[in-house]
């Protein structure tokens, strides 16, 4: 199983990379449970980012399929970040998902 790779993904991947925000990621890690492929995954933090487009994501069957993908993360300890947005991405989404996305790896706070 491999995913498309979006255009706001790749978006993202670059905003990150700009931001020094991609040491220790890696891109569409197969996670083995229910076939799930993070969007991006820092595995030394066990962090996982999904990038959730509105059309695809907002349907009640693929809410339920996120929530128990969520569910079976989490339990495993993983920390997971869903971040829903309405493409195509502007340069102001851009930066809100990457300062989001800053703030959920607390980078701040490493020392």
């Not at 996982?48 to 069957?61: N, Q």
């Not at 997971?80 to 959920?104: D, N, Q, S």
Request: proline share 5%; with cysteine; aromatic share 8%.
């Amino acid at each position: 199983m491999h995913p498309k790779v979006s255009k706001a993904e790749i978006e993202v991947f670059k905003a990150l990379s700009m931001a020094g925000l991609t040491g220790g990621m890696v891109t569409q890690k197969s996670i083995i449970l229910k076939s799930t492929i993070p969007d991006f995954c820092w595995i030394n933090k066990k962090k996982i980012v999904y990038l959730d487009g509105l059309p695809v994501h907002s349907s009640d069957k693929q809410v339920e399929k996120d929530e128990e993908i969520f569910d079976l993360l989490t339990a495993q300890g993983w920390d997971v970040l869903r971040i829903p947005y309405e493409p195509p991405l502007t340069e102001r989404a851009l930066g809100e998902i990457v300062e989001k996305i800053r703030r959920f790896l607390d980078l701040d706070n490493e020392e």
